[in-house]
């Protein structure tokens, strides 16, 4: 795109991998910051692609007059749009416990994924069908949109990484306990950067189509737990110890990914179905188990 020298490739991901977290490295008030500026800026640019492809395919009856020269089953094309956002998605709590209220949380996300995500979608697919190319960066540059192409590339890039070495930072706390955030998202940092030198981007639809079979079924246990384990209602984190691991949970998740990954059907669904009456059943054998133990102790 800017026909920079080949040796310059690694300096420059390793450089851009660890700056591009200086906004999670702050923390959600970083990551605010960018988004002002960054989403609508976006927005605006993506419009202005849409508007040139749909003028190039000749209006939207050229557009719906282009026949796709490949085609692909429903069943795997529901699972790579689950695994474009299902892996924020399980994690949204990271950003929405700073809402104002409930209410605020459901709508911010429901906007962000179904329109913010779905208009990502809706471009790629623009692109693939009018260019035959689903990169929006490189559908600009075709479009003769070069400055443009790179803004969105910076911009993409950037706001992708913060918030999923931010969520990488707020599990790995989670998980060691600790309240080491620099350091994790440092860490997050260096394993993305390693995971872009290797050439993950050329594995970015397997990589996709699999998000979209193992983490769904992640919510079908969230579900789960918070309706049938605890009737709807949480308790309050501060008066609640938590375990270190829920077997109930993690036999349930293990269930539904290897259903969903074995599945030949829309795996997501299959993942979150097992995984939530899986959640039930072993939540409530583990129920009778306990209830038992405690009339032997009582009866000793």
Known sequence: ?????????????????????????????GLDMLSRVAVPAM?????WSMWIATRDAGGLEGLLAIEPQESMSWHMAITLVFGTFVSGATQAT???????????????????????????????AYGAIVYQQPDIVEVMVLQGLSIAAV??????????????????????CNLLRKDRRGEITLIGAGVGTLLAIGGMYDM?????ILLGSIIPPIGGVIVADFFHAHKGRYPRLADTTLPRFNPVGLGAYGLGALSAFVSPWVAPLVGIVVAALSYVLLFELQRVRLQRRQLGAAEA
């Open 94 to 124: 990271n950003w929405t416990r700073f809402a104002r209220d409930g209410k605020t949380a459901v709508l911010s996300s429901l906007v962000g994924f179904f329109i913010g995500n779905g208009l990502m979608i809706l471009v790629g």
């Open 43 to 47: 927005l605006l640019l993506l419009l």
């Open 1 to 29: 795109l800017l026909d920079l020298p080949q040796g310059w490739t690694i300096p420059l991901m390793v450089l851009f991998g660890f700056g591009f977290s200086l906004t999670a490295f702050i923390g959600y008030k």
């Open 151 to 172: 803004v969105m590339l910076f911009l993409n890039i950037w706001t992708t990484q913060d918030n999923t070495i931010y969520n990488f930072a707020a599990a790995g």
């Open 204 to 208: 970015l639809i397997p990589f996709l």
